[in-house]
């Protein structure tokens, strides 16, 4: 990466970004306007017509489908390396809804755990996780269900929040708490639940999950009526308090934060990091140019900078 490929600033300057949305529908026009400005995949125009092709004739149908779409994860192939990386590690297993769920731990020291975004793995954090364990730390991290190597065909934000709190039980206050993605919202949510972390990491992690299903509309260009259909499973699902418990702006507590966004990032845009970073004072936002939403989890540079951040925090802590 050359050197004007990232960058950091401690707090939002005028100059830094245009006008910052204030209302959600402000949030909303701009979703569509960064989604517009990004190249998609072309299975999602497969899946666009097909679904506003079902809506002509029933949208309850056509809800449906996009509600099977939202919860059935699509999978990053996983390489050679991460594989053999992962089954070096000290592994266990949980059950979440009836799917074996591995954990994996490597090294000794206080403890950072990793989570994962949608259709990820924690081969992921592979160089992360290496980085930190010669600094001295251990870390953990697991698959959620439809994922990696877990078992299940589906997965949800308040399964890898659950298995969080479950290993927060198990191991007690993580020293960090790294999250990619919507694994980022998990994260904060089981920390407004309990959840002890000294510090926390979000890469690319949407604002909340509102704005992920204004993502989801967008990307696959579908009618409003059908989204509206899935939202209304979504709150039969869970509850309709649902969409407020994921949500990077609510928190109970807070933790120093290492906030981390792209300016080409296809699904999340680039003004979110800079919203957060200043309602948050105090925090550590990075923007990158051309990582797009996954690969800053792999990037030395941004490696490196989590890792100070992480060592920086614990001796303030000690102190």
Request: proline share 5%; aromatic share 8%.
């Amino acid at each position: 990466m050359n050197s004007q490929a990232l960058h950091s600033e401690t707090r939002l300057t005028p100059q830094s970004v245009q006008p910052l949305p204030t209302t959600e529908p402000q949030w909303y026009e701009q979703i569509h306007q960064h989604i517009g400005a990004q190249k998609q995949p072309g299975i999602y125009r497969w899946i666009s017509k097909t679904l506003n092709t079902t809506n002509l004739i029933s949208t309850k149908v056509a809800g449906s489908l996009a509600h099977k779409i939202w919860f059935t994860p699509q999978n990053r192939p996983m390489s050679e390396t991460d594989k053999t990386w992962l089954k070096k590690s000290i592994a266990e297993h949980l059950t979440m809804n009836g799917s074996q769920v591995p954990v994996y731990r490597w090294g000794t020291g206080p403890l950072v755990l990793c989570v994962h975004g949608w259709g990820g793995h924690s081969g992921q954090f592979r160089q992360q996780a290496n980085s930190l364990v010669e600094q001295g730390y251990s870390v953990i991290s697991f698959d959620t269900p439809g994922h990696g190597f877990a078992e299940g065909k589906t997965s949800n934000l308040e399964e890898t929040s659950q298995l969080i709190s479950i290993l927060a039980q198990q191991y007690g206050e993580f020293e960090a708490i790294i999250g990619h993605s919507i694994g980022g919202l998990a994260a904060n949510n089981a920390i407004n639940n309990g959840v002890q972390a000294k510090c926390t990491v979000f890469l690319n992690t949407p604002m909340c999950l509102d704005h992920i299903v204004q993502a989801f509309k967008h990307q696959l260009g579908l009618a409003s009526e059908v989204v509206d259909q899935h939202r209304k499973l979504m709150e039969n699902k869970f509850n309709v308090g649902f969409w407020q418990e994921y949500d990077l702006r609510v928190s109970t507590t807070r933790t120093p934060t290492f906030y981390c966004y792209d300016q080409q990032d296809d699904q999340v845009p680039p003004s979110v990091g800079h919203y957060l970073a200043a309602l948050h004072q105090g925090s550590k936002l990075v923007m990158t140019e051309k990582l797009g939403h996954n690969r800053s989890v792999r990037n030395p540079e941004i490696i490196g900078q989590i890792s100070q951040f992480i060592q920086q925090t614990q001796t303030t802590t000690m102190a």
